[in-house]
Nanobody, 123 residues
Framework: QGLLAESGGGLVQAGGSLRLSCTAS????????MGWFRQAPGKEREFVSA????????IYADSVQGRFTISRDNAKNTVYLQMNSLKSEDTAVYYC????????????????RGQGTQVTVSS
């Protein structure tokens, strides 16, 4: 069994920054790639970014490329999403997820998902 716990969401002005954290517990979760999705009210879930635990391969959605950075701390079983130059359209609930690879996560295929953390960007 695995468990994902997100933190770091909040309210920020446009142009500002936030860092989200996701800590994974459980032996099974530790073998997966980790990533972030988001869902805004009335919109479909959107892939944001993912990283492989092993080789550190990262991928990003075009909408966040160059503004968001995903990273990991293997010793802490924690994945981070540094979000810079935030825009109002980044407002959403952000979910951490674990899947078989970054490419599966990009296609919205995951094995575990956290409860989500709200990010609100005011214009």
């Amino acid at each position: 069994q695995g468990l994902l716990a997100e933190s770091g969401g909040g309210l920020v002005q446009a142009g500002g920054s936030l860092r989200l954290s996701c800590t994974a517990s459980g032996r099974t979760v530790g073998r997966f790639a980790m990533g972030w999705f988001r869902q805004a009210p009335g919109k479909e879930r959107e892939f944001v970014s993912a990283i492989n635990w092993g080789d550190g391969t990262t991928i990003y959605a075009d909408s966040v490329q160059g503004r968001f950075t995903i990273s990991r701390d293997n010793a802490k079983n924690t994945v981070y999403l540094q979000m810079n130059s935030l825009k109002s359209e980044d407002t959403a609930v952000y979910y951490c997820a674990a899947g078989g690879s970054v490419y599966l996560l990009r296609t919205n295929e995951y094995n575990y998902r956290g409860q989500g953390t709200q990010v609100t960007v005011s214009s």
